[in-house]
């Protein structure tokens, strides 16, 4: 088990220990559920932009620490009852950790290992990929505080499951279960406890034996489908397949083809 960083106090990261070049951050504030308060965010941060910039890293996992019961079970709410409109516009500044997530290069996976509320759910939006274990909850109950979703809740939430979801989750403020979640989008993939960690790290695995190059363009690419109309969206996606073209992994992924025998990719 190799330690990417060792400096985090609520986090633990490791590279390798499940699958090669894979890369997971797990949460460990269980005495709260992994809320997210001020701490846990900076830790994120940093830690999320290490690894997309790791050499080692091809894919991350994010998920919650196992004695938590949670993935995140929200914001720390503690921190909002002396906020004023001045302190929240400057805690919300850009870039929070959710666009952290969003922009990183390399895929990340949310394993899903517990509840995903308010802004636990909002960083599991931010993911790529999310894969939940049986019996989670998931839901945006801001509105229960008086509040509104602000990490994302009200933009990716319905770029996911649509407007009509989106609406009845936020409004309502109820909570879902991770199969309804799987109906409606929210998670791509569900599992019992005991299978979760085989689906997540086989996927992982999947992924990062594949052109870490290749990885990073397909996700700009697929990104950039929700952000773009179709006839720019099909130029960017033209751009950048020309650009794997330079690359020595084009080569060997061909090569390892014609001749039988898998690709041997190095991230060139």
């Known amino acids: 088990m190799t330690k990417l960083v060792d400096e985090y106090e609520l986090l633990s990261v490791t590279v ?4 090669d070049h894979v890369a997971t951050i797990a949460i460990n504030r269980p005495d709260v559920r992994n809320a997210l308060n001020e701490q846990v965010r900076t830790e994120l941060k940093d830690a999320v932009t290490t690894a997309d910039k790791d050499d080692r890293v091809r894919v991350l996992v994010l ?15 503690t921190e909002f009852r002396d906020r004023d409109l001045v302190d929240q516009r400057k805690a919300s500044e850009r870039p929070r950790i959710y666009e952290t997530v969003d922009d990183a290069s390399i895929p990340i996976i949310a394993r899903i290992n517990g509840h995903a509320l308010g802004g636990g759910c909002e960083l599991a939006q931010a993911c790529d990929i999310r894969i939940a274990e049986a019996g989670a909850k998931l839901g945006q109950p801001e509105i229960n505080l008086g509040l509104i979703p602000g990490g994302g809740g009200t933009q990716r939430l319905t770029r996911l499951v649509g407007e009509g979801h989106a609406m009845r989750l936020v409004l309502s ?18 599992y019992d406890a005991e299978q979760l960690n085989d689906r997540v790290y086989e996927l992982a695995s999947s992924m990062a034996e594949k052109s870490p190059i290749a990885l990073k363009l397909a996700k700009k ?32 992924g061909i090569d390892a083809f014609l001749e039988g025998r898998e690709p041997d990719f190095t991230g060139k």
């Open 221 to 252: 690419a697929i990104k950039g489908s929700s952000r773009m109309g179709l006839e720019e969206g099909l130029k960017y996606e033209s751009e950048l397949f020309v650009q794997t073209f330079a690359t020595q992994d084009k080569d060997e």
């Open 173 to 190: 403020g109820k909570l879902i279960d991770a199969e309804e979640a799987k109906e409606i989008g929210l998670v791509d993939e569900v």
């Open 63 to 77: 998920t919650g620490g196992e004695e938590s019961g949670s993935f995140i079970a929200g914001a720390d709410i």
């Open 16 to 19: 390798g220990d499940r699958a």
